[in-house]
């Protein structure tokens, strides 16, 4: 079956710009996760969805960023004002349920911001 | 202040021979742990997991050992392949928290013939 999938797989920006990333997580997957990875570095947990629940966004860095999940399947993070610090790549993973601790990675978005 | 250490950037082995790669954590309440493997341009996919109840998981070629004692895990690969080239990853969750995985900074593995 289709694996996590994200879109785009690469994004150059300008600073000040606003950016949009998406992923289209595994068919039945109810919880969905954001990392980052900035270059040398492991990933770091920005926020993740579990059902109708309200996210646990404790990883965000800034309010700049911000995510939504629609309909419990595709979603949508958002980073405005775009900052030079802020590029990285974005992984996205969903897993069945919030304590199925197998996480299925998409390919990430890699972001760059001149 | 980072949770999971992987202290050894890179390793180099010869085929055939054993991979070792260590991690070591400092939150006493972590008790589930992953290994996960990332190729170049691609996503982390998951390798073998353990369970802080256990001290060893093994599955084929890949072993993991906790020493909670010690709040140390390692995997080994035995035999080495030159496809288990790759960046190896070390994650840890804690119980009131899941969800929440903190990685390690990774772990370059390149076997050569």
């Known amino acids: 079956g289709a694996g996590v999938s994200q879109s785009p797989s690469n994004k150059v920006t300008e600073k000040g710009k606003d950016v949009e990333l998406r992923c289209d997580p595994i068919?039945?997957?109810?919880?969905l996760y954001w990392y980052r990875q900035s270059l040398g570095q492991g990933l770091e947990f920005l926020i993740y969805?579990?059902?109708?629940?309200?996210?646990?966004k404790s990883g965000l860095p800034s309010d700049r960023f911000s995510a939504e999940r629609t309909g419990g399947s595709v979603s949508t993070l958002t980073i405005q004002r775009t900052q030079q610090e802020d590029s990285a790549v974005y992984l996205c993973?969903?897993?069945?349920?919030?304590?199925?601790?197998?996480?299925?990675f998409g390919p990430g978005t890699r972001l760059l911001v001149l | 202040d980072q949770q999971v250490k992987q202290n050894s950037p890179s390793l180099s082995v010869q085929e055939g021979r054993i991979s070792i790669l260590n991690c070591d954590y400092t939150?006493?309440?972590?008790?589930?742990f992953l290994w996960y493997k990332k190729y170049p341009a691609e996503g982390p996919t998951f390798l073998i997991s353990?369970?802080?109840?256990?001290d060893k998981n093994e599955d084929g070629r890949f072993t993991v050992f906790l020493n909670k004692s010690a709040k140390h895990l390692s995997l080994h690969i035995v035999p080495s392949q030159p496809g288990d080239s790759a960046v190896y990853f070390c994650?840890?969750?804690?119980?009131?928290?899941?969800?929440?995985?903190?990685f390690g900074a990774g772990t370059q593995v390149v076997v050569t013939p």
């Open positions: 993973a969903s897993s069945l349920e919030r304590f199925q601790e197998t996480q299925y």
């Open positions: 068919s039945g997957h109810t919880a």
């Open positions: 969805f579990q059902g109708n629940s309200a996210p646990d």
């Open positions: 939150n006493s309440m972590f008790d589930y």
């Open positions: 353990i369970s802080s109840i256990k």
């Open positions: 994650a840890a969750s804690a119980t009131d928290s899941w969800g929440k995985l903190q």
